[in-house]
């Protein structure tokens, strides 16, 4: 037993994660005693993986059922206490508020589904509580319930956007210099659109790891329009194939308006996303039933495409198009004359099906999840569910990098280089592949049917972050990467760390913790931060890295030191008592892991032999 009168100002809510890990704390009258009365915690076998928390959290294997039960409750209670130490910056107690304030900055919204279970029981406890409620570690083991992998590599920066609340607010600037664009008008030529005011503005993002953000006019339904030509073709490519679909549609940008009659040299639309396109793909989609059905396949599809968000529909707006559709049955008699559907494939059917496509209602919100799913390959990112195959995604993405823009596809390309389409109500849907999905939404017009504020928004995107397709070909001119975690330079990170370890800051050693950082890293003196803490006299830390962290305490800097010779050396007597005991416990750990390996490799011997 040890008197340690520089820990009576130690956090409690370290000192309960020490007791979990094995040291019991106990308060004296003019002194805090530490005293060994529990038995320590196992110590992990090496292993490949990261050597920090790995060691700490991987669970041992036994014969024994339930010792593997325990193990895997540990390791689920080891980074539950990990994560709460770390969002509450060491308190035992923070308001609920204060923790979705938190979760909020990650980009993780209280709407998500695969936070539907924790975000319940919030909002149960809430109904049930007279004041604010005060999260404690047991309520947040209820609340997180099986979203811990989740919370944990959200806090830990792990997601596609690592800094999710400083790229946010850079977007939150590009929306409002797109919002001083005063230019355009609203289109009129089908009634219902220009009922719209050109003073609606909106911008959603969804991340391909479910991060959402939004601002101005989001939560407003409009019309898809020729935004649903990409989401349709999709859809078919999906069902169909790519060789079936363009046996009726070409590949090709076509040099003409989107509504023009017009076919290639093989007598077939030019691509899906001109107006004559999108009449025949509307005919390739559930061909064998009735106009019910296929309207209900589609919509059911978009709903899964949108994470179950808002999809509706406008009958106003379908009966506007069909009473003032005259250019679009044009189209469709020439195709008929030129026999551009397949067999049986009846052309009003096919026309009053496009009509209602165009017709489907979205929100920014839920069109960015759309967008969001065809960057992710497919995969929903907020349900996890597969909806497109990676042949439809693949293929849609590259229509829309060559011909998405009507008669400006050539210049976003070469500006923006995003696939992207955009469609008469005013909508901008962009993708980032691998990164994220956007929609955009202003209904003033430029005199080539786009989004004045969508393209001037799309231009600032790119010209601030490095999203163009050819923007990280080497030597050239260097943008701004939300991708790229601001503490990547393993320099910086060894002298933070190493910092944090002579200070004796705890909770920066636990944000680096979790963050999956190498707790064991050397500086250029080969020392670690155990030989830092140790040297300092910095209990806590000490406690915090051998007991939590579980490094390797026998590592010897440039002159030959261990961090027990360290301790010694400056005279931290508490010190060199637990970092004795923590060898002892490590080597005859390292032992047994050792043994059991050689057993392993004999018995895999003897199988073979």
């Known amino acids: ?65 339930d010792q593997g039960h325990t193990n895997r409750s540990r390791l689920m209670s080891s980074m539950e206490d990990l994560l709460f130490y770390t969002i509450t910056e060491g308190k035992e107690m923070i308001p609920l508020s204060q923790f979705i304030s938190a979760l909020r900055k990650t980009g993780l919204l209280t709407s998500d589904p695969r936070l539907h279970d924790c975000v319940h029981q919030m909002r149960q406890l809430t109904r049930d509580s007279i004041g604010p409620v005060m999260m404690d570690k047991k309520l947040f083991r209820r609340c997180v319930g ?23 607010q850079q977007i939150n600037k590009m929306y409002d ?24 503005w909106g911008v959603s993002l969804c991340t391909i790891d ?45 040099g003409f308006k989107f509504n023009k009659l017009s076919l290639s040299e093989e007598d077939k639309p030019h691509n899906p996303m001109v107006n004559a396109g999108a009449i025949v793909i509307s005919s390739l989609i559930k061909p064998g039933s009735n106009k019910a059905e296929r309207f209900d396949y589609v919509m059911e599809f978009l709903k899964s495409m949108a994470g179950a968000e808002y999809v509706g529909f406008s009958n106003a707006t379908f009966q506007s198009e069909r009473e003032t559709g005259d250019r679009n049955y044009a189209i469709g008699y020439y195709l008929k004359e030129k026999k551009c559907f397949p067999d049986n494939a009846d052309m009003i059917a096919a026309l009053d099906f496009y009509f209602q496509l165009c017709s489907i209602e979205v929100t920014c919100e839920s069109g960015s999840v759309m967008a969001a799913t065809m960057a992710n390959g497919g995969i929903c990112p907020i349900t996890g569910e597969r909806v497109l195959s990676a042949e439809a995604v693949r293929n849609t993405l590259s229509l829309m990098h060559s011909c998405g823009m009507y008669d400006f596809s050539g210049q976003f390309a070469f500006h923006v280089g995003l696939p992207a389409k955009s469609g ?38 790119v010209s601030h972050f490095n999203f163009h397709n050819y923007d990280n070909l080497r030597h050239f001119t260097k943008k701004h990467d939300p991708r790229r975690r ?50 300092e006299g910095h209990v806590e830390a000490v406690i915090f890295l051998t007991e939590i962290c579980k490094v390797n305490p026998h590592m010897k800097d440039r002159w030959g030191n261990t961090p027990l010779d360290d301790a010694v050396q400056f005279g931290h007597n508490v010190l060199v008592s637990i970092l004795q005991e923590y060898q002892s416990l490590y080597t005859e750990s390292n032992s047994l892991c050792d043994t059991d390996e050689q057993k ?6 003897k199988g073979i032999v």
């Not at 094995?22 to 005693?33: F, K, L, P, Q």
């Not at 110590?43 to 294997?61: D, G, V």
């Not at 956007?438 to 430029?446: A, E, I, N, R, V």
């Not at 990170?493 to 064991?520: C, I, K, Q, T, W």
């Open 210 to 254: 479910g991060q959402r953000h939004s601002v101005g006019d989001t939560k407003v339904p409009f019309c898809l329009q020729s935004c649903v030509k990409p989401l349709e073709y999709a859809i078919a490519v999906h069902e169909s194939g790519s060789e079936r679909v363009h046996n009726f549609v070409g590949k090709e940008p076509s």
């Open 146 to 168: 099986n979203n811990i992998m989740l919370l944990t590599k959200a806090f830990r920066k792990k997601f596609i956007i690592p800094n999710f609340n400083e790229f946010s």
């Open 1 to 65: 037993m040890h008197c340690l009168k520089n820990l009576r100002t130690t956090n409690p809510g370290i000192l309960q994660l020490f007791k979990n890990a094995g040291i019991s704390a106990r308060v004296g009258a003019d002194s805090i005693v530490l005293s060994r009365t529990q038995k320590p915690v196992p110590l992990p076998c090496r292993a490949s993986a990261s050597p920090h928390i790995h060691r700490a959290l991987h669970h041992q294997k036994g014969p024994d059922v």
């Open 424 to 461: 008469v109500s005013g909508a901008v849907l962009m993708v980032v592949p691998n990164v994220m999905g956007m929609m955009c939404w202003s209904p003033p017009l430029d005199r080539l049917g786009n989004s004045v504020r969508g393209i001037h928004f799309c231009q600032d995107l």
């Open 600 to 605: 392993s490799t004999l018995d895999s011997l």
């Open 177 to 200: 210099s797109a919002q001083q664009q005063e230019g355009g008008h609203v289109a009129d030529y089908i009634p219902q659109l220009a009922k719209f005011s050109p003073d609606l």
């Open 486 to 535: 601001s503490d990547e330079d393993p320099n910086k990170s060894v002298v933070n760390l190493m910092f944090a370890a002579y200070s004796g800051d705890v909770s920066a050693l636990r944000r680096f913790a979790l963050s999956a950082l190498n707790m064991e890293q050397r500086d250029y003196d080969s020392r670690t931060a155990l030989h830092i803490a140790a040297a």
